[in-house]
């Protein structure tokens, strides 16, 4: 039997993928083992067969004994084990959700539902680490694949609402308590006055006392147009991910420029994201629509209309779910070749944990073949 080896299990993507692995009855037929870099000896999840224990994530040797790792731990972790893991001769295959080995040439970036060629002709090559790409550049893609494949994009821009959990656990845990900090303060001093809520909630959101410690600043009722490291020429991390993985995942070159601004809402799954694409010519919109509806099984097209956006283009509406609806499709003022659209996806299914669960499908296939 496969044995797996799972990292960061208990983590947001972690547990999503637990959760999806669960409901699709993916345990079936393996031999799970479970690892912590802060419970070691702790209580492993049900489906462990081995003793039941979590064994440390540090220790490269029981790392080793595994055909294969998904670690969901984050990408300082990737950087601990993963080279002493390859130079100690583990020849075994590496799933991951981090970024930390996305751009490495012997890695691929899986989102098989736009590139599964290109994951199928590396696993042939003998390639031996498949990466999950950035959640909104997977969710991006997801959306827009179509419009790609059949060579259409010139350029694009996106203007990214993030969610609070594709920051991690312990981020979402801070916004709802912020949530709550803020709520609190407007139930001292009830008013329907709603000038003075507003005072009332900004002394609050200014307040030493809101808890701050992941985001460093309030995010309940606010935004922060900053997400991930500085890079240069102005771009974050974040946004530099979109021109950098989009060309690798579909395999373009020379690349389409992608590129925008990515913001932290107070949202708490679902990142949402505008776009104005620049096409190579002018198609008609009826066109446009269906070869984006083309483009996987799980992209949706919404009508541009005030009730379908609104029911159907929201994080509420697609949070927990694997569709990935794009809607407010409409040609722009700056030409017949611009269209504008609006996206929704579940940043912790297909932005993360379902690219990780169904690699390891198309693995355990490959390995029966
Ligand atoms: P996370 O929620 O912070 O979990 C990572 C690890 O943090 C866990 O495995 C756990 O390790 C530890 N941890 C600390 N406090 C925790 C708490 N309160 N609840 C649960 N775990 C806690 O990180 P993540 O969002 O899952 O991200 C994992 C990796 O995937 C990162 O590299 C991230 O960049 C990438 N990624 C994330 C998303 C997303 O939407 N979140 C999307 C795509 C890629 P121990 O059990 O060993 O203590």
């Not at 080896?5 to 999806?20: A, E, H, K, N, T």
């Not at 870099?37 to 080793?64: I, M, W, Y």
């Not at 259409?152 to 308590?177: D, F, H, I, N, R």
């Not at 283009?313 to 697609?318: G, I, K, Q």
Request: proline share 5%.
């Amino acid at each position: 039997m496969l044995r797996v080896g799972f990292i960061g299990w208990r983590g947001m993507v972690g547990s999503v993928l637990m959760q999806r692995m669960r409901e699709e009855k993916d345990f079936a037929g393996l031999d799970p083992v479970f690892f912590s870099t802060s419970n070691v000896g702790g209580a492993a999840p049900k489906e462990c067969a081995d003793g039941g224990l979590l064994k440390d994530g540090a220790d490269l040797r029981e790392l080793a004994r595994c055909d294969v790792l998904i670690s969901c731990q984050g990408g300082e972790y990737t950087g601990e084990v993963y080279g002493p893991l390859r130079k100690g001769k583990w020849t075994g295959y590496w799933i991951d959700a981090a970024s930390a080995l996305r751009m490495s040439e012997d890695a691929v970036i899986i989102l098989d539902p736009v590139n599964a060629e290109v994951i199928r002709s590396a696993l042939a090559k003998n390639v031996r680490a498949y990466i999950g790409g950035n959640c909104t550049v997977s969710l991006m893609l997801m959306a827009v694949s179509g419009l790609f494949r059949a060579g259409l994009v010139e350029w694009m821009t996106t203007m990214t609402y993030q969610a609070a959990s594709g920051a991690g656990a312990a981020k979402m845990l801070e916004l709802v308590k912020q949530i709550g900090f803020l709520t609190d303060a407007t139930r001292k001093t009830p008013s329907e006055n709603a000038l003075e809520v507003d005072r009332a909630m900004i002394l609050e959101q200014r307040s030493p006392r809101l808890p701050v410690k992941e985001f460093g600043v309030p995010l309940a009722g606010s935004l922060i147009p900053w997400i991930a490291e500085e890079m240069p020429e102005g771009q974050t991390k974040e946004e530099w991910k979109g021109m950098a993985e989009t060309n690798k995942i579909m395999g373009i070159d020379p690349p389409v420029p992608v590129d925008g601004i990515c913001v932290r809402v107070g949202t708490m799954r679902c990142h949402s994201q505008g776009l104005c694409i620049k096409l190579k010519k002018d198609v008609p919109l009826a066109d446009i629509e269906q070869i984006l509806a083309g483009g996987n099984a799980w992209v949706r097209v919404i009508p541009n209309n005030k009730e379908s956006t609104t029911r159907c283009l929201t994080p509420t509406a697609v949070s927990g779910t694997l569709s990935v609806p794009i809607g407010r499709i409409h040609k722009l003022k700056m030409g017949p070749k611009f269209v504008g659209a609006f996206t929704v996806g579940d940043q912790l299914l297909w932005g993360a944990a379902e690219p990780l669960r169904r690699m390891l499908g198309i693995l355990r296939s490959h390995l029966n073949a």
